[in-house]
């Protein structure tokens, strides 16, 4: 069957990645997560010391950089890896978390990052998601999606998130880093959080999981079915 690329945008905590990954599960597709791409970038950059206002610093330290996924049969999950060395455990904790959106304002890094996506979804079958991918990685993808939630759900599922990797935090620290990432994120100069031309809408406060996923693949399936009798037509 046709394959397509899948863009999925939104905020932080609304259950993008867990959502796409299990949308490229059923669909049999590639599933991408670019936030944990800049998450390994910032988590180098914490590491080496990077200072964030020097673009030499960050260029050099760009050049050192090797970002990429591998499955991990035990967990069923794409683990990330930076340099070779798995990383899935040390980009969630909330001194990545703290900085990532910084990290993912500066222009060297996007373009960096934006580089390997576009490389990485070229064959399509792919399910991506991040905050600018219907809009500057695949502003041409058939599906685009933008997810939302309300702020309190947001805070109590990234701390249901936190807990299941044994890292306590309190809620209201969680709401304020949320907060905090929403207005970065939204207003930064390059290529800032918002929904893309024809992506659709879902707001997840009510939705389970699974109501999501279902929601995803049919909307998938539509899309691929549209193409496969465009084609025909033509």
Request: charged share 30%; net charge neutral.
């Given at each position: 069957?046709?394959?397509?690329?899948?863009?999925?945008?939104?905020?932080?905590?609304?259950?993008?990645?867990?959502?796409?990954?299990?949308?490229?599960?059923?669909?049999?597709?590639?599933?991408i997560?670019?936030?944990?791409?800049?998450?390994?970038?910032?988590?180098?950059?914490?590491?080496?010391?990077v200072?964030?206002?020097?673009?030499k610093?960050v260029?050099?330290?760009?050049?050192?950089?090797?970002?990429?996924?591998?499955?991990?049969?035990?967990?069923?999950?794409?683990?990330?890896?930076?340099?070779?060395?798995?990383?899935?455990?040390?980009?969630?904790?909330?001194?990545?978390?703290?900085?990532?959106?910084?990290?993912?304002?500066?222009?060297?890094?996007?373009?960096?990052?934006?580089?390997?996506?576009?490389?990485?979804g070229?064959?399509?079958?792919?399910?991506?998601?991040?905050?600018?991918?219907?809009?500057?990685?695949?502003?041409?993808?058939?599906?685009?999606?933008?997810?939302?939630?309300?702020?309190?759900?947001?805070?109590?599922?990234?701390?249901?998130?936190?807990?299941?990797?044994e890292?306590?935090?309190?809620?209201?620290?969680?709401?304020?880093?949320?907060?905090?990432?929403?207005?970065?994120?939204?207003?930064?100069?390059?290529?800032?959080?918002?929904?893309?031309e024809?992506?659709?809408?879902?707001?997840?406060?009510?939705?389970?999981?699974?109501?999501?996923?279902?929601?995803?693949?049919?909307?998938?399936?539509?899309?691929?079915?549209?193409?496969v009798?465009?084609?025909?037509?033509?």
């Amino acid at each position: 069957m046709k394959k397509i690329i899948i863009a999925i945008d939104g905020y932080s905590a609304c259950g993008k990645s867990s959502t796409a990954k299990a949308v490229a599960q059923i669909l049999g597709y590639t599933y991408i997560d670019t936030g944990a791409m800049y998450r390994a970038v910032t988590l180098y950059f914490n590491q080496h010391h990077v200072r964030l206002t020097n673009l030499k610093e960050v260029e050099k330290a760009l050049e050192q950089i090797d970002v990429g996924f591998q499955y991990n049969k035990k967990s069923d999950h794409c683990d990330v890896y930076l340099n070779g060395l798995d990383v899935e455990n040390e980009i969630r904790t909330m001194e990545v978390t703290e900085r990532v959106s910084q990290v993912s304002t500066l222009k060297a890094v996007r373009d960096a990052m934006v580089k390997l996506q576009v490389k990485m979804g070229k064959k399509k079958g792919v399910v991506m998601d991040g905050r600018d991918i219907g809009t500057v990685v695949f502003p041409d993808a058939a599906l685009k999606i933008f997810m939302n939630a309300e702020m309190y759900v947001r805070a109590e599922r990234r701390q249901k998130e936190l807990l299941e990797r044994e890292q306590l935090v309190n809620l209201e620290e969680i709401k304020a880093n949320l907060a905090r990432r929403d207005a970065i994120d939204s207003t930064r100069a390059i290529a800032p959080l918002k929904k893309a031309e024809g992506a659709i809408e879902i707001d997840t406060t009510h939705l389970t999981l699974e109501e999501q996923v279902d929601e995803i693949v049919h909307l998938a399936t539509s899309c691929i079915l549209k193409e496969v009798r465009e084609n025909i037509m033509a």
